[in-house]
């Protein structure tokens, strides 16, 4: 029997309307498919049922990933694939497996021969980098930074030197509620000419992406406070 397979369904970034950011594809997708592997049952529902509102919600078997997963049941997650059925793997926001605990389903997919389908949508850290000026040729995503303050500021001091020694544009991200401190140390610990891009609520109506060098954001007023928000720096 043939398997079935799994599909990468990105989500919207923030609370807009989903066919505002997703192609029609993830809406055929969405009525196609009833078995889901998500982080958030409830987002998840209310997700599909933005996009679909006719789908039976009784229908639906959804497996929870997250932190709380133990590594023994992700196996069991693909059953429906391995009976001949599509799986639709969520983000909670996003694309799946970038940045995001999918990526363990999409490596054991790959090892029990189950076709992987990645759909088109927005990646905050593609977008933010389109959008940044810095090289979209060769550029690295660092995740979270330490939260200890002196292992933070190393950590940008060594991603500033790494960007002037590669020509690599850097890319990282923090905790929403620690963004303002993060920007300010930032300004403070890199050279005066670093340029350093901040994009903030991506494809919503609050969206804000400036691209500034570090002396430069230290004269600007931005509250990023609780803002989903990607930061990048560059120094020539």
């Not at 078997?61 to 391995?82: M, R, Y």
């Not at 060098?213 to 609780?226: N, P």
Request: aromatic content about 6%; glycine content about 6%; overall charge positive.
């Amino acid at each position: 029997m043939e398997k079935g397979k799994l599909y990468l369904i990105p989500t919207r970034l923030g609370d807009n309307a989903p066919l505002e950011v997703l192609p029609m594809s993830i809406k055929k997708i969405i009525e196609l498919v009833n078995d889901y592997i998500v982080e958030n049952e409830k987002t998840a529902r209310n997700f599909i049922k933005k996009i679909s509102p006719k789908k039976s919600q009784p229908s639906l078997k959804i497996n929870v990933l997250n932190k709380f997963t133990q590594p023994l049941e992700l196996e069991d997650f693909l059953d429906a694939c391995d009976e001949g059925n599509p799986i639709g793997l969520l983000s909670e926001a996003g694309c799946p497996g970038i940045a995001d605990p999918g990526a363990e389903i999409v490596r054991i997919a790959h090892k029990k021969g189950i076709r992987v389908v990645p759909l088109v949508g927005p990646s905050s850290i593609l977008l933010a980098m389109m959008a940044s000026g810095m090289n979209g040729q060769k550029f690295t995503f660092n995740g979270y930074l330490p939260i200890d303050n002196f292992e933070r500021k190393k950590a940008i001091k060594a991603l500033e030197k790494e960007s002037f020694k590669t020509n690599t544009s850097q890319i990282f991200i923090e905790t929403p509620y620690r963004n303002n401190k993060l920007l300010e140390e930032m300004c403070k610990a890199l050279h005066p000419e670093t340029n350093v891009c901040v994009a903030s609520d991506i494809t919503l109506p609050t969206e804000y992406i400036k691209t500034k060098t570090a002396a430069e954001w230290k004269k600007v007023k931005i509250d990023l406070h609780k803002r989903p928000t990607i930061f990048i720096i560059h120094k020539d």
